[in-house]
């Protein structure tokens, strides 16, 4: 049970920000498609919700007017994809590969707001009584 | 909201591509266009591409692209066909004419990847708009 409001939708909503982040990036590299010299780039949704999960440093906050500690990774690292084939003009977009990335993961996207409506449908649930 | 983002990405790709599909429309549509000098004849003219990069406050936060964007347009260098027709209304003194150095083949191939290219960044800003509309309609 979720003490907070804040709390109330749990890693579903990182995940959200995430997988929007990832949609941002593979759209870029569909945009470029078809530019010279482009490189496709990624990143590991599944690396970056467990280093959510895990924080590096383990500290706590002695004094109330000390700083927080952000559980957010400073930056989501990008990398390079490895190209299934070579291209003269050296962009590694393969149209497919990030058209089947791109509908994975609008898919996982809308399973994480299935799960959020469910949280907040059986919220008003238990707040209703009925 | 980085979803919102996909509509500059995606309408930055479709702005693109069309540019591309007007430039071989244009070569299409001049390929016959005869010349008396090669000064004058018209040369294939192809779109440059180059990524739109995002300019970060914080340099080591890495991003992606923001996009695309015509750097330029080029013409083609391939030499022009010279033909020998002193017939012709265009001829020049020596009898010859200039015809383009478009090439229909390579114009149609440029076309139906640009309308597939086209196509594709429309279907990713539908999926964008779709998951957007899901978002905004949550617990209700």
Known sequence: MATTINSLFGVHEQALTYRSKRAEVLASNMANADTPGYKARDFDFKSVMNQLNTPAAHATQTHSKHLGFDKTPAAVSLAYRIPTSASLDGNTVDAKVEQAQYAENAMDYQTTLRFVNGKISSYLSALRGD | MSLYNIFDIAGS????????????????????????????????????????????????????????????????????????????????????????NVNIVDEMANMMSASQSYKNNVEMLNTAKQLLQQTLKIGQ
């Open chain 2, 13 to 100: 790709g479709m702005s693109a591509q069309s540019t591309r599909l007007n430039l071989v429309a244009s070569n299409m549509a001049n390929a016959d266009t005869v010349s008396s000098s090669s000064g004058e004849t018209y040369r294939a003219r192809q779109p440059v591409f180059a990524a739109v990069l995002q300019n970060e406050v914080n340099s080591h936060q890495q991003s992606a692209a923001k996009g695309v964007q015509v750097a330029g347009v080029v013409e083609s260098q391939a030499p022009l066909r010279q033909e020998y027709a002193p017939q012709h209304p265009m001829a020049n003194d020596e009898g010859y004419i200039f015809k383009p």
